[in-house]
């Protein structure tokens, strides 16, 4: 038997394990729906936009484009803002994007963005409070950060 053929004999029965295993977690995953509720506690050291006035951070936040969610308005860099969201999670749906934006009088300005799978939340009922980075550029620095804790409520009508 040639080395590589070894090789694949011992490896294959574990891939297939791996696959299984990652696919019926995909599955369960897949199948859940239900209420997520997002508490937005704070944001900290957000980037400074706004080279002449003061900063007036704002946190949107959505799974689906179209039922984009909205924080209250704030000032400064390190904004308090206790607020409560609640989002319906669809069967399949494992991502919440989340964007700091300063107010402008004219045009509003991107501070940070980011993604965070739901994956953990939707399978254990609750994450946080921690904070989610807002990542600069690939990463490597980050342009604040938000302060937030998640519960999942399972749907299962
Ligand atoms: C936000 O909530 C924290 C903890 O419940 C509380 O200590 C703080 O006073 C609240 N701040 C505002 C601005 O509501
Ligand atoms: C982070 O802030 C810097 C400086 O304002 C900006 O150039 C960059 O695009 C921001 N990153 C993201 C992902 O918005």
Do not use: H
């Not at 294959?12 to 394990?17: E, H, K, R």
């Amino acid at each position: 038997m040639k080395f590589t053929t070894i090789i694949a004999a011992f490896l294959a029965p574990v891939l297939v394990m791996a696959a299984t295993t990652e696919e019926e977690t995909i599955e369960i995953m897949a199948s859940k729906k239900g209420q997520l509720y997002v508490k937005l506690n704070k944001a900290t050291k957000l980037t400074d936009k706004d080279l002449f006035g003061k900063s007036d951070p704002f946190i949107e936040m959505w799974i689906e484009k179209a039922y984009k969610q909205r924080s209250k308005d704030t000032k400064g860099l390190n904004p308090t803002f206790n607020e409560t969201f609640c989002f319906y999670v669809r069967p399949g749906q494992n991502k919440l994007n989340i964007r700091a934006v300063d107010k402008d009088t004219f045009i509003n300005d991107k501070i940070g963005e980011t993604s965070i799978s739901l994956s953990n939340v939707i399978s254990t009922g609750s994450e946080g409070p921690q904070d989610y980075k807002l990542p600069k550029w690939l990463g490597f620095s980050d342009n604040g950060s938000v302060n937030m804790q998640m519960q999942f409520v399972e749907d299962n009508s």
